[in-house]
């Protein structure tokens, strides 16, 4: 009687046992699926986040090469200082830069670069205040805007002058920033290419710690170039020109 008592004991206990087993076993599994569906997720999780990342480096890139750059835009002369102007003297140079830059920050206000104007109104600057603000709102990138005048009625097109200081050890040297901007505003306006050339003459030029490009952007002397530069469409060319040069330039560099 007593060792069946302990058989029938013994059975409850191994009956108890498999059920433990059998629980620790189930649970642990659960537990190791929980485990494995969170760390799926959360791998799922990393490489959204890694992906959006991606695009958000890439868009941040972007505008790192804009807003992280600052880009100084210098309509030349102003007030007291008309700079050259038509034959007839009817047309001031100081007022058709105005207009060019007015349109160059339309476009570069949609692109949210960090961008300086000396002026933006009809005021003078003398060039020691030009170089002074550029060197306090640490440009790296200067773009200065001017029309041409030639003794020879006849002449016309774009020319662009750098500096050709080679102490300067830069990425992007005033040249090369100058020949891109030369190369799109041509590609718009098909006006005559006059080239690059060395303005180490020009206060502006000489005293830039950064690479500048100073660009004539037509003559006035000449008429039909003139007609050109009093056209509001062309002068949006020209910006747009402008534009695309410092973006390519920002992009590339
Ligand atoms: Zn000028």
Request: glycine share 6%; with cysteine.
């Amino acid at each position: 009687m007593e060792q069946k008592l302990i058989n029938r004991l013994l059975a409850y206990l191994g009956i108890i046992l498999c059920w433990v087993v059998f629980f620790s076993f189930f649970s642990t599994n659960r537990q190791n699926k929980c485990i494995v569906s969170n760390a799926a997720g959360y791998e799922m999780k990393l490489q959204s986040l890694y992906e959006e990342e991606q695009i958000l480096l890439e868009s941040n890139e972007r505008n790192i090469l804009g807003s992280n750059k600052i880009v100084v835009v210098d309509a030349g002369h102003g007030g007291m200082d008309s700079g050259t102007c038509s034959k007839d003297e009817k047309y001031l140079e100081k007022n058709i830069n105005l207009k060019i830059v007015g349109y160059m920050k339309e476009l570069l206000d949609e692109c949210g670069i960090k961008v300086y104007y000396t002026r933006l109104t009809d005021k003078k600057m003398e060039p020691e205040e030009r170089v002074e603000f550029i060197n306090n709102v640490k440009a790296d990138l200067v773009v200065s805007i001017h029309c041409n005048y030639g003794k020879n009625k006849d002449a016309n097109g774009v020319e662009v002058l750098y500096s050709s200081n080679e102490e300067r050890k830069q990425e992007l040297t005033s040249k090369e920033f100058s020949d891109i901007l030369k190369k799109e505003i041509l590609s718009i306006t098909h006006q005559n290419d006059r080239g690059l050339l060395a303005g180490d003459n020009i206060y502006i030029i000489s005293r830039s710690k950064v690479p500048i490009a100073l660009v004539e952007v037509g003559f006035m002397s000449n008429r039909e170039e003139l007609k050109f530069l009093l056209d509001e469409g062309n002068q949006q060319k020209i910006a747009m020109g402008l534009f695309n040069g410092i973006i390519r330039t920002l992009e590339e560099r």
